[in-house]
């Protein structure tokens, strides 16, 4: 089974409007992290924020917060005021707390175009 | 930047040949990680490295190997050369404290390698 499920593959958003990207994860552990990269098209993958399995509050940097719903396990990213340097692939990755390799594993990401 | 460097940024080569990708982590991070991202595979975990001792594999062939020197830096080797290895291969660091599955893991900006 899919570990982490990116279900929108491509997405517009209007300049400074907030978007958000969905991200749903299957875990019976109940130590885990969330994250979000972000991948411009020059490649590099860039952290955005984490969520830990058990933080009480959503997650905030700057104009990013995570939609933690536990009960739902979903983790959902939303950017706040978007900006044409936002248009990138964004990644949504877990790690597991009893896998003591502490590996990533991604979703298949979603695309996201900041139109003008 | 977030302190992983990698070299050489790009890499072309010839089917049945042998690279070797380099990557140095950020300053105090002991854990090292290789992920392929390929077009078919997404991304995907291949190996780690901490402190100078393998930990955990992923989905890596027989074909590649990698280490971590006693500097932390490392390389992966890749050797007899498909088409289908052509990809992006990242490497990524974290501290790795107590409770792992908390540390963020920075990636370098990555190597394209493309085998024709």
């Known amino acids: 089974a899919q570990k982490i499920t990116q279900t929108q593959p491509g997405m517009f958003v209007q300049e400074k409007e907030a978007v958000t990207l969905d991200c749903t994860y299957d875990?019976?552990?109940?130590?885990?992290?969330l994250f979000w990269y972000k991948q411009p098209s020059s490649g590099e993958m860039i952290f955005l924020i984490y969520?830990?399995?058990?933080?009480?509050q959503n997650a905030t940097e700057g104009r990013y917060s995570l939609n933690f719903q536990k009960a739902r396990k979903s983790a959902n990213l939303v950017i706040s005021a978007s900006q044409l340097g936002d248009s990138a692939m964004y990644f949504c990755?877990?790690?597991?707390?009893?896998?003591?390799?502490?590996?990533?594993?991604f979703g298949s990401g979603t695309r996201l175009l900041v139109r003008p | 930047d977030s302190g992983v460097t990698q070299t050489p940024k790009h890499l072309i080569t010839a089917t049945g040949q042998r690279v070797t990708l380099r990557c140095s982590p950020r300053?105090?991070?002991?854990?090292v990680y290789w992920y392929q991202q390929s077009l078919d595979q997404g991304l995907q975990f291949l190996i780690q490295?901490?402190?100078?001792?393998?930990?955990a594999k992923g989905n890596i062939l027989e074909r590649f190997s990698a280490q971590q020197f006693p500097d932390l830096h490392s390389e992966l080797n890749l050797s007899s050369l498909e088409l289908g290895d052509s990809a992006l291969y990242f490497c990524?660091?974290?501290?790795?404290?107590?409770?792992?599955?908390?540390?963020?893991?920075?990636f370098g900006p990555g190597t394209r390698l493309t085998v024709l």
């Open positions: 490295y901490y402190n100078g001792e393998e930990r």
């Open positions: 990755a877990m790690r597991e707390g009893l896998d003591s390799s502490y590996k990533l594993i």
């Open positions: 990524a660091s974290s501290v790795e404290v107590a409770g792992g599955h908390t540390d963020t893991q920075y």
């Open positions: 969520q830990g399995s058990y933080d009480q």
């Open positions: 875990t019976s552990d109940p130590s885990y992290g």
């Open positions: 300053s105090g991070d002991l854990s």
